[in-house]
């Protein structure tokens, strides 16, 4: 059950987070000017993505039912997993999150464009309070997860604005690729510093200290995975930013650059799911 749940935890985070940043970053690279080929294959894959977060959201809410419950069956019974969604804090947020999944794939279907960035933007807001961000009561608590709704946004748009760029370089010869990786490089130094402070602040408010220890074991050992990630994601990107004059002469080691980047960016994700799942060692008085 646990493995399903970090599966679960995965799948539904890295979903969201990829269609904020994808959304954010189109009009920003590339204008708000039609681009009918990319914008195309775009919204194919959103609308992919959707269905495949609302899939995971049941899942989640099922296996969290399951595993309060102690047994399978309860996941299958309504009741039950009506007492969860209206007796727990985590079912309270999950209907609302849930309600909003269903809404964007009702929205990518017809399609409704104005409406796609408001929702996937309240989408990744409700995940905040998923996990760690649950922990404080009051107004900590309350920072705690502005904080964590900050560290997503950073996130997802560097991550998604990865999966744009990778389209982007699919289609290499229909687009101008040195301003449109400035402009990257340029918000990515801005969505690095976010991240750093928000994460920071995370680890110093979950343990009490600047790093927890021991450093090599459970919830720290993961954390340093997390880290030394995406130090790789910001060592690629800043590689890309040294040699970005001339960059069509060296395209293929340009997506090959940017491909590992976004798979570095999926596995810090993946990391991130198994930290939600563990307890951080908070220091006692």
């Known amino acids: 059950m646990a493995t399903l749940l970090l599966l679960c935890r995965f799948l539904h985070f890295i979903v969201v987070l990829l269609m904020f940043g994808a959304c954010v970053f189109r009009p920003w690279l590339l204008g708000t000017g039609p681009q009918p080929t990319l914008d195309r294959h775009l919204l194919r894959i959103t609308r992919g993505l959707a269905w495949l977060g609302l899939a995971c959201g049941v899942a989640w809410l099922l296996l969290i039912t399951a595993s309060m419950a102690g047994t399978w069956e309860a996941a299958l019974q309504p009741a039950t997993v009506q007492l969860v969604l209206g007796k727990t804090f985590f079912g309270q ?52 997860i502005l904080n964590q709704i900050v560290h997503l946004v950073c996130v997802g748009a560097w ?77 690629l990107a800043l590689l890309n930013r040294l040699r970005i004059e001339r960059c069509e002469q060296r395209l293929g080691t340009l997506k090959a650059s940017v491909m590992l980047e976004w798979l570095l960016g999926v596995c810090a994700v993946a990391a991130v799911s198994l930290l939600g799942t563990l307890p951080p060692m908070v220091l006692a008085g």
């Open 159 to 235: 991550l998604g604005g990865l999966l744009l760029l990778v389209l982007v370089l699919r289609q290499s010869n229909d687009y101008p690729l040195e301003p449109i990786l400035r402009r990257f490089s340029g918000v990515g130094y801005g969505l690095v510093a976010g991240l750093l402070v928000t994460g920071l602040i995370n680890v110093r408010v979950l343990t009490g200290q600047l790093w927890p220890t021991p450093l090599f074991t459970g919830f720290a050992l993961i954390l340093l995975i997390k880290v030394l990630l995406v130090l790789g994601m910001l060592a």
């Open 93 to 144: 947020v999950w209907t609302w999150h849930l309600l909003l999944n269903l809404l964007l794939v009702i929205a990518l279907i017809k399609p409704w464009p104005a409406l796609r960035l408001p929702l996937i933007a309240l989408l990744l807001a409700t995940l905040a309070p998923v996990g760690h961000g649950a922990m404080l009561n009051g107004r900590s608590g309350q920072l705690l």
